[in-house]
């Protein structure tokens, strides 16, 4: 199993550009979530999934839209972005309310 | 509202020296799950217990032990004899259910750089 994967691992944007970071577990989680780790802090949620075609905001998801089509992927969007997102971007997936297992994460810069 | 405080910013040792990592918490649920991850350098989470309200058992993996105290709302880690690859930073986190999804709420975390 490859666990959770995510892409890309690096990532510089301009002010105003939109991308959307991927992510993808392989071991048939119904539960997935996005957070950002800003320097010297520790994690925020973002969004989560409690399942394919749910999904619900954590604490800080403006600027960030998700969809969850199957229960593999659970891709995060930002549509204009701005400085202030510049962070390392997590997600994580979960069986029910089980421990939740990390990606390697994304570092992306906003310029 | 849930709330992790590791009042530790950074701790330094030297090797073989014991290190304890304080965490503690504040919830209103009674049923929580406490837990801790470590981010080496590389950048990476890594998962390291997982531990149930009702359960107040101390454990210990290896050099890794944990103290868990409900009346003082503590999650203590522990590393004895530490060495240079246990230098990263230390995440305690704290279960929160809402929305029927179980939702951590982090610490900032403790970087601890253990020294030959």
């Known amino acids: ?111 | 509202a849930q709330k992790v405080t590791q009042a530790q910013t950074e701790i330094s040792v030297v090797e073989k020296e014991d290190v304890t990592l304080d965490c503690v918490y504040e919830t209103r649920d009674t049923t929580y799950y406490l837990f801790w991850y470590k981010q080496p350098p590389s950048g990476e989470l890594v998962f390291l217990i997982r531990r149930n309200s009702f359960d107040e058992q101390n454990e210990i993996s290896g050099r890794y032990s944990w103290n868990f105290q409900k009346s003082t709302s503590s999650f203590n880690f522990t590393i004895t004899a530490s060495q240079v690859v246990d230098s990263a930073v230390y995440f305690c986190a704290l279960s929160e259910t809402q929305g029927g999804s179980e939702k951590l709420v982090f610490g900032k975390g403790t970087k601890l750089t253990v020294n030959p």
Not at chain 1, 83 to 111: E, H, I, K, M
């Open chain 1, 1 to 111: 199993n490859a666990g959770v994967t995510q892409t890309p691992k690096f990532r510089i944007l301009k002010i105003g550009q939109s991308m959307t970071l991927q992510c993808t577990q392989d071991m048939n989680h119904n539960y997935m979530y996005w957070y950002r780790q800003d320097p010297g802090m520790g994690l925020k949620l973002i969004y989560y999934s409690v399942g394919a075609g749910i999904t619900d905001k954590g604490e800080v998801p403006n600027g960030y839209n998700v969809s969850r089509s199957t229960t593999e992927d659970f891709p995060l969007r930002l549509e204009l972005a701005a400085p202030s997102q510049t962070s390392v971007y997590f997600c994580a997936s979960s069986y029910s309310r089980d421990t939740q297992y990390f990606g390697p994460g994304t570092r992306l810069t906003v310029l």
